[in-house]
């Protein structure tokens, strides 16, 4: 059985305000699943995993009207495209772990200050990936 959260339940586990969930479901950013015989509006996981993404795009400093935008724009990815997506994302991440690899040699043969330049130019890329990296992983299926 799926679990459906009222508002305040949705409210607390998104951590936004009752009134912000009034909001984004008048401005249709959100929508309700289901209602109650005493008409109270429950909302699905997938209400709260998108209170989740509309938070983060805020956080980005999106404006709600570029969030929306956003959220059709997803809403209308196929599972084909995001298999494909995924599968380039995996040889891609083979191809820069093979040329890690082919590098070690090389960097253990550098002075400590060539190794620090070297690291240092690199070292926000990487976190980048790894961040991106950790996005993609906490947004995986939901077990």
Request: with cysteine.
């Amino acid at each position: 059985m799926m679990k459906l959260y009222r508002i305040g339940e949705l409210a607390k586990a998104a951590n936004v305000s009752e009134r912000t969930i009034d909001y984004y479901t008048k401005l249709k950013l959100i929508t309700p699943e289901k209602r109650t015989q005493t008409n109270y509006r429950l909302y699905s996981i997938e209400t709260l995993n998108r209170l989740k993404r509309i938070n983060e795009l805020k956080q980005e400093k999106y404006t709600l009207e570029e969030i929306r935008s956003k959220l059709e724009l997803w809403n209308k990815v196929s599972d084909e495209q995001v298999t494909e997506k995924l599968t380039s994302l995996e040889i891609h991440m083979q191809r820069l772990e093979r040329e890690v690899k082919e590098l070690e040699p090389l960097l253990s043969n550098l002075k400590p200050g060539q190794a620090r330049k070297m690291f240092s130019s690199l070292m926000p890329q990487s976190l980048a990936c790894i961040e991106a990296l950790y996005i993609l992983i906490n947004q995986g299926p939901i077990a």
